[in-house]
């Protein structure tokens, strides 16, 4: 298992409240992840902050535009040294292309470049009405196709998803997996949601964790449960 699989989404609409979430965390114990409300609200300036206090930062922009934009974005993104950052799957070949060629651009502090396939709040039932396959499993496995031919580091996949994803594409590939939720959490907008230990179990890599957290009465307590027993998790795979 990775040893530090979580990610924590700091979604907030302001920099004071995700550096004081931050400062009940321990950047030795997880990840954060900035996404489209801190960075509208609080700018660069907030990943800037959470890196000076040893977070890596996964850039959750979910980029989404004509090659050329998302390349300029992608060099931005990595020119500030975010540790992962992210594009839709959706954008097609030319533009995960673009981006891939842009973040390999930095030799140093290359960010991981991960790709979002199904977002994990739509059902099955919603497909259709984006134009998407009715089949949750052919549409991901249609967008995780993109994104691994044209050589991104892995995909924001559901854990549900994970076992086969991870068969048919291989150990190196990352799998990110929002839609988390503790078996005592209400499930909120999510509907494709799994237990942190139940994503591992089913190979998610990297486990995105928002309001479980966030909305804790102790989100510090909560993280090292989170933590001791996805160890304890390994310890029993390993015995
Ligand atoms: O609070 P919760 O654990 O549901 O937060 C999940 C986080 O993961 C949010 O920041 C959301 O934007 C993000 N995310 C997601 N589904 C995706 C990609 C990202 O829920 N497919």
Not at 18 to 28: E, H, I
Not at 34 to 60: I, N, R, S, W, Y
Not at 132 to 138: F, H, N, T, V
Request: hydrophobic share 45%; aromatic share 6%.
């Amino acid at each position: 298992m990775n040893p530090k699989p979580i990610i924590v989404a700091l979604d907030y609409d302001c920099a004071a409240d995700a550096l004081s979430l931050a400062a009940k965390l321990d950047p030795k114990l997880c990840r954060v992840k900035v996404g489209k409300e801190l960075h509208t609200a609080a700018g660069p300036q907030v990943v800037d902050a959470l890196m000076a206090k040893g977070f890596e930062v996964f850039l959750d922009l979910k980029f989404h535009d004509i090659p050329n934009t998302v390349i300029s974005a992608c060099k931005v993104a990595a020119s500030q040294g975010v540790w992962m950052m992210n594009v839709h799957a959706s954008g097609g070949k030319k533009m995960l292309a673009a981006a891939r060629d842009a973040v390999n651009s930095f030799n140093s502090h290359k960010p991981l470049l991960i790709a979002v396939t199904v977002l994990t709040s739509l059902a099955q039932d919603e497909l259709g009405d984006v134009g998407l396959e009715p089949d949750m499993k052919a549409a991901v496995l249609n967008y995780a196709t993109l994104a691994f031919d044209a050589g991104l580091d892995g995909v924001v996949c559901s854990a549900q998803e994970a076992a086969w994803l991870k068969a048919r594409f291989g150990e190196a590939f990352q799998l990110v997996t929002p839609g988390i939720r503790l078996a005592e959490d209400a499930k909120g907008d999510q509907s494709r949601v799994v237990t942190p230990t139940d994503a591992i179990k089913m190979g998610a890599d990297y486990l995105v964790i928002g309001r479980s957290i966030t909305h804790a009465p102790d989100p510090i307590a909560t993280l090292h449960k989170i933590n001791s027993d996805l160890k304890l998790l390994e310890q029993k795979e390993n015995a």
